[in-house]
Nanobody
């Protein structure tokens, strides 16, 4: 059974930092491009950051460029999202995603709330 388990969410003040982790089981992360998405209340789920499993190139939503960093540790089967300079508009549920041409897996999400 495939599981993606996110952790590290919580409440943080504007300007603060949080680090999210996505621990995978049932799949080998090195076989998948990985991504983080988020969904705010009343909004559609959006791509935040993605990293390939070949050259480890990354891409980011314009709204998080320069503030968020996605990384992967294939040996630990984990993907990370480091979030700095957080803003209230970053408040959302953050989801881990593993996908290739035939499979698409999602975690249950972790809540990130940015508020003073």
């Amino acid at each position: 059974q495939v599981q993606l388990v996110e952790s590290g969410g919580g409440l943080v003040q504007p300007g603060g930092s949080l680090g999210l982790s996505c621990a995978a089981s049932g799949i080998i992360v090195s076989n998948f491009p990985m991504a983080w998405y988020r969904q705010a209340p009343g909004k559609q789920r959006e791509l935040v950051a993605a990293i390939t499993n070949t050259d480890y190139s990354t891409k980011y939503a314009d709204s998080v460029k320069g503030r968020f960093t996605i990384a992967r540790d294939n040996a630990k089967n984990v993907v990370y999202l480091q979030m700095n300079s957080l803003k209230p508009e970053d408040t959302a549920i953050y989801y881990c995603n593993a996908h290739n041409v035939v499979k698409d897996y999602w975690g249950q999400g972790t809540q990130v709330t940015v508020s003073s």
